[in-house]
């Protein structure tokens, strides 16, 4: 199981959100080249990135910063989402050496963009899956639909997908521990590998993780943001449990 640093970028900075609202923001860094050299150095297998303004804008707005830390850190893979909302924006960001696009919102509006994705860009695509008790939230969270992250989950099982991103926004920068029965819960019930996301807060909740990809659940990794930021939880020792037997 991967345990992925987080960069999730607004003005070109560094921050975290809290439950996904952009009134709630922290800079972590001012410098999210240099976040994601510090990550690397710290043993970071993958780097998990997001274009929040990018996301409510529908395009990406700081791809710059993105390829610039892929061309620094070529041997980090990256994975990045937010505004990929159609085949020439993903194409971009492979060309310069992304070797994941993630795709949120389009996935809801239009599921047949996933599989039309899949097929150009073979085991390069995720689908983000963001919910807010448990219905599918869209357009840099700030929309809430009528799809239960169930039946999104279902709908991408013969699409080819690398993996599906699944984030509990209640959780997420709350720093109150892995929502990891629901996780557990949609993994079980998907063709797809998961990886977890939102309320990252210690080696605990890599641990519960570990116990339910143990007994069956398809979870092949964990995103960890504002834990790892502010200390509560080491890149290094939580990969190690992760890693162990």
Not at 175 to 200: C, D, F, H, R
Request: charge should be negative.
């Amino acid at each position: 199981m991967l345990v992925i640093p987080a960069i999730d970028l607004k003005d070109g900075k560094c921050v975290r959100l809290r439950q996904g609202r952009f009134d709630e923001t922290t800079v972590f860094s001012e410098d999210p080249v240099e976040m994601a050299g510090q990550w690397r150095e710290c043993g970071a297998r993958r780097l998990h990135m997001v274009d929040l303004d990018g996301a409510v804008a529908g395009s990406p707005r700081n791809a710059k910063i993105v390829n610039a830390i892929v061309r620094s850190y070529p041997d980090l893979p990256v994975q990045i989402g937010g505004g990929i909302r159609d085949l020439e924006i993903a194409e971009s960001y492979i060309e310069a050496g992304v070797r994941y696009v993630i795709i949120g919102t389009q996935a809801v509006r239009e599921p047949e963009f996933v599989a039309a994705a899949c097929e150009r860009f073979p085991d390069q695509v995720i689908v983000g899956i963001d919910a807010k008790d448990g219905m599918v939230a869209t357009q840099g969270w700030l929309e809430v639909s009528e799809i239960s992250a169930v039946s999104l989950t279902e709908r991408f099982a013969d699409c080819g997908a690398s993996a599906i991103v699944y984030t509990d926004i209640s959780r997420d920068g709350m720093m109150k521990g892995v929502n990891v029965e629901a996780t557990a819960n949609l993994a079980a019930q998907s063709a797809v590998p998961l990886i977890a996301s939102g309320g990252v807060t210690d080696l605990d909740d890599i641990v519960r993780l570990k116990q339910a990809a143990a007994g069956g659940a398809g979870i092949i990794g964990v995103i960890a943001g504002r834990a790892l930021y502010e200390g509560t939880l080491d890149l290094g020792q939580a990969q190690a449990e992760a890693d162990a037997g």
